[in-house]
């Protein structure tokens, strides 16, 4: 990840790009055991930060947070 060294052995770097996710409802019928799919796209983006810390030569840890947008998109359960 390209970021900032904070110091000789730890860096602090952030996470900015586009989402996209396929979503696919099913929806059912319950009397007669019916049912039937319906997809939709979502594009959003991606914010996040993260620090990494060298340990020793082959060994390091890092922390990170992702975030995630795509609107004001809901799901909902539909009965029918």
Known sequence: HPGVLLSESTSLYGIFGASIAEITTTFKESRRHHSHDESDT????????????????????FVSYQYTYYGDHSLRDHTI
């Open 42 to 61: 979502l594009y959003g983006f991606v914010l996040g930060a993260g620090i990494q810390k060298q340990l020793c030569n082959r060994l390091s840890m």
